[in-house]
């Protein structure tokens, strides 16, 4: 078996086996609050794949010539005009969805994962590398956006992308949708569901225990 | 005085930042593994969000609303698609001062500190509540009510996680469920109680 090129594997690496939302802890705070539906999901993943390889991109450009002790401040900057951009972007084209993603498209400027991408990744690498790594994590967190956003809209709703695949029961089918769906918890419980079943199907990602119950029997008197 | 009252109360219980409205919680997540981390976390949430939401809105009133510069000849410049860059900056300058502050009159609060403050620069919770303030067009004594009560329920959502995961070290659990797993599904539990809370507020 030959070794993926590293270019490679820097782009699909991010998307299951160091999956940013999974694994990482990044970016999950517009993760959950957007996914009451499929079409907000799918377009704040595509927002936030935008800014995050376009800002990876600049800073990558800048990097030398950014002084260390304000680059924080620099790269800020940087990403929150990205963000005004997008924002006014899909204010004029898509302005149903703006609405209902209310704060959320400009607080992908404190997104962790932008910041932590640029801050660990764009700042030392050229621009092709980084861009794709800002790209692979961008599709990873779609990804998890995606899978959140369809349960919640197909058992919150019983539609996907606006679609009724399942019919109601009160409109002559059988499905009785789950309004706990559309909450908040639920959004907890399903990514605490997903963080399991990955874990289970990789071993190697699970965290070790924080305490080790000592030995019975051996040594008991 | 009564609505300042019911204005702290809402912020703290009903919108909850990291319960509800799923806002800072990265930090939230990440710092609640012990409870001294997170009582630190907390008292830096209420005083950044105390001092950055009343801050934010004077700058907004001030500087970019519409019709702010309408004394220098100018009634239709409207500048508010520059809050962001705006708000961001406070916050970084609050937070890089309060940082020096404390480094230089009470070292000790800082080393408890440690690489928190910093990290606030890019909390979700503290920028939303500018931007909450700036949509809602809420005065200066509302939004610095706001803001110490919007600090408080973080604080207040932090702390409980971190006792009961403190508890949670000492569980048998799934191998996968561990660590974040089991975090979220807590969180969920304890989001659960809290939209209870909506359920009290008068009308």
């Known amino acids: 078996m030959t070794a993926p090129s590293p270019l490679w594997s820097t782009l699909t690496d991010p998307l299951v086996r160091q999956n940013p939302i999974m694994l990482q ?8 609050a957007v996914t009451t539906s499929l079409a907000t999901a799918l377009t704040m993943a595509a927002s936030l794949t935008a800014v995050l390889v376009l800002s990876a991109g600049i800073i990558s450009l800048i990097r030398r010539h950014i002084p260390d002790s304000i680059r924080l401040i620099v790269q800020i900057v940087i990403v929150a005009s990205l963000v005004i951009v997008i924002d ?4 004029a084209y898509l302005f149903e969805i703006s609405r209902k993603l209310s704060v959320f498209v400009s607080l992908i400027t404190t997104n962790c994962l932008v910041l932590g991408r640029t801050e ?5 690498n050229p621009p092709l590398p980084s861009m794709l790594d800002a790209l692979g994590n961008g599709l990873g967190y779609s990804l998890v956006l995606a899978v959140l956003g369809g ?31 559309l909450l908040a918890p639920s959004a907890f419980f ?25 030995a019975l029997g051996e040594g008991a008197e | ?22 806002l800072g919680l990265c930090t939230f997540l990440a710092l609640s593994r ?26 907004h009133s001030a500087l970019l609303a519409p019709g702010a510069w309408a004394w220098a000849g100018l009634p239709d410049l409207d500048l508010s698609y520059l809050s962001l860059v705006a708000f961001i900056g406070v916050i970084a300058a609050t937070v890089q001062l309060l940082e020096m502050l404390l480094e230089r009159f009470f070292p000790a609060i800082h080393a408890a500190f440690g690489v928190f403050l910093p990290l606030l620069t890019v909390q979700c919770a503290i920028l939303a509540g500018s931007l909450f303030m700036v949509e809602r067009s809420y005065t200066l004594t509302q939004s610095a009510v706001f803001g110490l009560g919007s600090g408080t329920g973080f604080a207040l959502a932090v702390i409980m996680l971190a006792a009961v995961r403190r508890r949670l070290a000492y569980a048998d659990l799934p191998a996968g469920l561990r660590g974040l797993g089991i975090t979220f599904v807590l969180t969920g539990m304890m989001a659960l109680g809290f939209a209870a809370f909506a359920q009290m507020v008068a009308p």
């Open chain 1, 25 to 32: 802890i990044l970016g999950i705070c517009s993760a959950l």
């Open chain 1, 88 to 91: 006014q972007l899909l204010q």
């Open chain 1, 120 to 124: 660990s990744y764009a700042r030392l």
């Open chain 1, 151 to 181: 349960l919640r809209e197909l058992f919150g709703a019983g539609k996907l992308l606006g679609w009724q695949v399942l019919p109601l029961a009160d409109q002559g089918g059988w499905f009785t949708p789950l309004n706990l769906m």
């Open chain 1, 190 to 214: 399903l990514l605490g569901g997903l963080v399991w079943a990955l874990r289970t199907i990789r071993p190697e990602q699970a965290e070790p225990a924080e305490f080790t119950p000592p």
């Open chain 2, 1 to 22: 005085m009564n609505d300042l009252a019911g204005l702290f109360l809402r912020a703290t219980f009903v919108e909850n930042m990291p319960l509800t409205l799923f």
């Open chain 2, 34 to 59: 012990r409870t001294e981390t997170a009582i630190g976390l907390g008292v830096a949430m209420i005083g950044v969000m105390g001092v950055t939401v009343p801050l934010n809105q004077i700058v």
